[in-house]
């Protein structure tokens, strides 16, 4: 052993007493030595080792097995499972690695289904982002998040997150819509839910579903300003009807004559509309330069946008000599 370590550790495990001066060099010796063996561990330990695994998931017991074998200790087994989840997150940089997580967070809650917080962490962690908004493993992040509230069904957070993943992931608005008005029923909810949710039922050309919640709010609202918005809603809704029939007519047109028509009434003396369509907000209806229907009443259609569809948007306005800075947003 070299002096200089001899030193270090002789110090480290002086006896108490002495001056001082001379127990405050004792107490950095200390310190030395502390971190001296930490980074030798360091250094000196190997990685840990991959977990065994198929083609399809980590190698792990069944959970009928453990619960026989392990049912003194089912409590510890739970919790290894917990662990092995966090350490697959510390140790993935891949989608493989990333699905290896909702395995280890499934047998977590089969071995204790109450243990809430594994259903919400382990479906947030078990995305994996290709690039370009490309995600991959979110039908296992769902399943997860539906086994949830299937232990919790009143759990709003792992209802709004099978919402997310349905809107976002899925594209599943009529599914994301239904969960958003479940959870919007609990109470000391955000006042947006039902709103949101009647753009998505638009949004999935479900406008039957999304007038009768429209109506329902409505009638059901305490306040004028409820009110207020939800007549507005409904008539936004049979918009959307209106300009969704457009749009089609307009494909029809498209597929038949090998162009775009220029105008909404072109489409009626063409015979693809039966009647020229009426804007219930009292707008003017139209065709924009991507061949979509829009109308003077409002600035947006009734369905989600993300930032490409609200530049988009922008160039659309600014193409037909309307300039905006920002655009309001809708609920």
């Not at 009143?154 to 997310?164: C, G, H």
């Not at 749009?247 to 003396?269: F, I, N, S």
Request: aromatic share 10%; glycine share 6%.
């Amino acid at each position: 052993m070299s002096g200089g370590v001899a030193t270090v550790l002789w110090a480290a495990f002086l006896p108490e007493g002495g001056p001082l001066p001379f127990r405050n060099f004792k107490v950095l010796m200390r310190i030395v030595a502390l971190c001296f063996a930490v980074c030798s561990i360091a250094l000196m330990a190997e990685k840990p080792a991959k977990p065994l695994r198929t083609k399809d998931g980590p190698v792990l017991p069944r959970r009928e097995l453990l619960e026989i074998v392990g049912a003194a200790q089912k409590p510890l087994l739970t919790d290894f499972y917990w662990l092995q989840a966090i350490q697959q997150v510390g140790r993935a940089n891949t989608d493989t690695e990333y699905r290896d997580v909702y395995f280890y967070s499934d047998m977590a809650t089969d071995l204790d289904s109450k243990f809430r917080y594994v259903y919400e962490w382990g479906a947030i962690n078990t995305p994996f982002n290709m690039g370009r908004e490309q995600w991959v493993n979110t039908d296992l992040s769902s399943r997860l998040l539906t086994k949830g509230i299937d232990e919790f069904p009143d759990d709003r957070r792992l209802l709004f997150q099978l919402a997310y993943n349905k809107m976002t992931y899925d594209r599943d608005w009529t599914a994301a819509a239904d969960l958003l008005m479940r959870l919007s029923k609990l109470p000391n909810t955000p006042r947006y839910l039902p709103q949101l949710a009647t753009r998505l039922y638009a949004q999935a050309g479900n406008f039957d579903t999304g007038l009768q919640m429209a109506e329902m709010l409505h009638d059901s609202a305490e306040d004028e300003e409820s009110r207020a918005f939800y007549s507005h809603r409904i008539k936004e809704l049979l918009l959307e009807r209106v300009l969704t029939q457009i749009d089609d007519a307009v494909e029809a047109y498209q597929r038949e004559h090998g162009e775009r028509p220029k105008t909404v009434p072109a489409l009626v003396d063409a015979g693809y509309l039966k009647s020229m369509p009426v804007d219930p907000l009292e707008g003017q209806l139209f065709i924009d330069r991507r061949g979509r229907a829009r109308s003077t009443s409002g600035l947006y259609r009734l369905e989600m946008y993300d930032q490409a569809k609200k530049n988009e948007l922008k160039e659309d306005l600014a193409a037909g000599g309307i300039q905006l800075d920002a655009l309001e947003e809708a609920p």
